[in-house]
C-alpha cells in the first residue's frame, strides 16, 4: 500500500472499515445510525477509493450505477480536520474519471437542500464547485426535515 495518496479499494472489509472508522467522525452529516450503517453496508459492493496520509485511509468515496447512463455519489467522507485540503475534490475526481471511461454521461448526488443546515450548505457548495447544477428538491424524499437536493453533472 501506498503511503500516502488516492487508491480505489477493492477489499470489502476494508471498505467497510473505511466507511464506517471516517463516517463515525461526521455525525453532522452521518448522525442517523441506520442511515449511516446503510451507507457502510451497501459501498462494501461499490467502486470505492479512499485517500491515504501515511498509511491511513482519511476520506473515500463510493460510487452507484442508477442508470445506463449516470451514476451517483452514493457516499463521500473526509475527516473534518483534513476539510478544506484537496481531499475531496481528488476523490471526486476519480470517481468522475472512472464513471468516464466506463462510458457513463452524467454523474449524480443527493444531499440536503441549500439554507436547512451550515455543514450542508457547505457540502452543497462544494458540488457547485465541482459543477454540479441543481436537477431537482425533494421536499419529502428522506423527511420533511431533511428536503432532499439532486445535483448532476454532464461528464462527457
Known amino acids: 500500500m501506498m503511503a500516502s495518496g ?6 470489502r472489509e ?6 464506517r472508522s ?6 453532522e ?3 442517523l445510525p441506520d442511515s449511516t450503517e446503510n451507507y457502510v453496508q451497501k459501498s462494501k459492493d461499490m467502486p470505492f477509493w479512499a485517500y491515504y496520509i501515511e498509511n491511513v485511509a482519511i476520506g473515500f468515496i463510493a460510487l452507484k450505477e442508477t ?3 449516470t451514476v451517483e455519489i ?10 478544506r485540503q484537496g481531499v475531496g475534490e481528488c476523490l471526486y475526481h476519480a470517481l468522475e ?14 444531499t440536503v437542500q441549500m439554507g436547512k443546515y451550515e455543514e450542508y450548505d457547505r457540502t452543497n ?8 447544477q441543481e436537477l431537482e428538491c425533494f421536499p419529502t424524499l428522506w423527511d420533511e426535515w431533511n428536503p432532499c437536493q439532486i445535483y448532476v453533472k454532464s461528464i462527457q
Do not use: N, T
Not at 6 to 11: A, G, P
Not at 14 to 19: D, S, V
Not at 22 to 27: A, E, Q, R, T, V
Open 74 to 83: 452514493f457516499v463521500m467522507g473526509v475527516q473534518k480536520d483534513r476539510h
Open 29 to 31: 452529516w452521518f448522525g
Open 97 to 110: 474519471q472512472y464513471a468516464k471511461e466506463s462510458g457513463y454521461s452524467f454523474v449524480q448526488v443527493k
Open 125 to 132: 457548495q462544494f458540488y457547485m464547485k465541482m459543477g454540479f
Open 6 to 11: 488516492l487508491k480505489e479499494v477493492e477489499q
Open 22 to 27: 471516517i463516517l463515525s467522525g461526521l455525525p
Open 67 to 69: 442508470s445506463k447512463a
Open 14 to 19: 476494508e471498505k467497510e472499515q473505511i466507511a
